[in-house]
């Protein structure tokens, strides 16, 4: 089993910052990274970017290329999401997961989910 907490959620301005972290715990050695997800009020769950533990380019959805980047600190078994340049659009509840399959920017492989932290972008 891995358990994923997320935090660094918050209110903010558009034009601000955030950091989110993902703390993992338990076998994370069975799984190959980890996912950001979100999911805005009505709507569904989208990708947010990704990063393997062993290395690799990490992933970004279009949305936020330029403006997140996701980076990892393997000594702490932690996944931080720097997001810049916040929109009122990114405003979403934001969810760490992570899988035993290559695949990380598909939520429906994935086999541990955190119980996400709300950021909300004021305009």
């Known amino acids: 089993q891995v358990q994923l907490v997320e935090s660094g959620g918050g209110l903010v301005g558009a034009g601000g910052s955030l950091r989110l972290s993902c703390a993992a715990s338990?076998?994370?050695?069975?799984?190959?990274?980890v996912g950001w997800f979100r999911q805005a009020p009505g709507k569904e769950r989208e990708f947010v970017s990704a990063i393997n533990w062993g290395g690799g380019a990490p992933y970004y959805a279009d949305s936020v290329k330029g403006r997140f980047t996701i980076s990892r600190d393997n000594a702490k078994n932690t996944v931080y999401l720097q997001m810049n340049s916040l929109k009122p659009e990114d405003t979403a509840v934001y969810y760490c997961?992570?899988?035993?399959?290559?695949?990380?920017?598909?939520?429906?492989?994935?086999?541990?989910w955190g119980k996400g932290t709300l950021v909300t972008v004021s305009s």
């Open positions: 997961a992570s899988g035993r399959k290559p695949t990380l920017t598909r939520g429906d492989v994935m086999d541990y």
């Open positions: 338990g076998r994370t050695f069975s799984t190959y990274g």
